[in-house]
T-cell receptor, first 122, second 112 residues
Framework: DAMVIQNPRYQVTQFGKPVTLSCSQT?????MYWYQQKSSQAPKLLFH???????NEADTPDNFQSRRPNTSFCFLDIRSPGLGDAAMYLC?????????????????????FGPGTRLTVT | AQSVTQLDSHVSVSEGTPVLLRCNYS??????LFWYVQHPNKGLQLLLK??????LVKGINGFEAEFKKSETSFHLTKPSAHMSDAAEYFC??????????FGRGTSLIVHP
């Protein structure tokens, strides 16, 4: 089945030790998103890619970086994790988003989410 | 600009009774609206979506939602709750510049 895969499902890292979370998709979607979700809160968008175009949310800390080497894979790098970065990290994809004169435009296509990676910082 | 308000942070029902999760939206465009469900320690799963076709939308697991433009609402309903419906539910609006906007979520609690 076509799907969004996140590895690992659970990640424990030490305070200040860099960590990388990965996401892969077999849906061939052109948009990929990374969200941070803390307990009892809605997912918070960190950044998204339209193909290889990277779009950072204004309030995403510099500590968070991302790479998308090809359509299928996307990585989230946390350069120096703090205790406040402990959260669930969700990857999502979407399709058929087109670029129009006003920028990225969507026709209302849904997102497909991976199962998430639970990050613990000790 | 777009926004979404989920009117209840928690809804508690008994198994076998109806479920109503409320969502109001605002959007500069004709909106696309979605409901997602999230079980503990899992990703989000699409329940249903409205994209300007039929105003009554049927989804998975017996859920449905009705788009009411005059009320700017997109409430989620189910005639009879099951224990497995206990989860977090998110109402999402997305149209135009496609960065979807999430509601804060509603926790559905189902009592035996």
């Amino acid at each position: 089945d076509a799907m969004v895969i996140q590895n690992p499902r659970y990640q424990v890292t030490q305070f200040g030790k860099p960590v990388t979370l990965s996401c892969s998709q077999t849906l061939n979607h052109n948009v990929m998103y990374w969200y941070q979700q803390k307990s009892s809160q809605a997912p918070k968008l960190l950044f998204h890619y339209y193909d290889k175009d990277f779009n950072n949310e204004a309030d995403t800390p510099d500590n968070f970086q991302s790479r998308r080497p090809n359509t299928s894979f996307c990585f989230l790098d946390i350069r120096s994790p703090g205790l406040g970065d402990a959260a669930m990290y969700l990857c999502a994809t979407s399709t058929m988003v087109t670029r129009g004169p006003l920028g990225l435009a969507g026709a209302g296509y849904e997102q497909y989410f991976g199962p998430g990676t639970r990050l613990t910082v000790t | 600009a777009q926004s979404v308000t989920q009117l209840d942070s928690h809804v508690s029902v008994s198994e076998g009774t109806p479920v109503l999760l409320r969502c109001n939206y605002s959007s500069s465009y004709s909106p696309s609206l979605f409901w997602y469900v999230q079980h503990p320690n899992k990703g989000l799963q699409l329940l249903l979506k409205y994209t300007s076709a039929a105003t009554l939308v049927k989804g998975i697991n017996g859920f449905e939602a009705e788009f009411k433009k005059s009320e700017t609402s997109f409430h989620l309903t189910k005639p009879s709750a099951h224990m497995s419906d206990a989860a977090e539910y998110f109402c999402v609006v997305g149209r135009g510049s496609y960065i979807p906007t999430f509601g804060r979520g509603t926790s559905l609690i189902v009592h035996p």
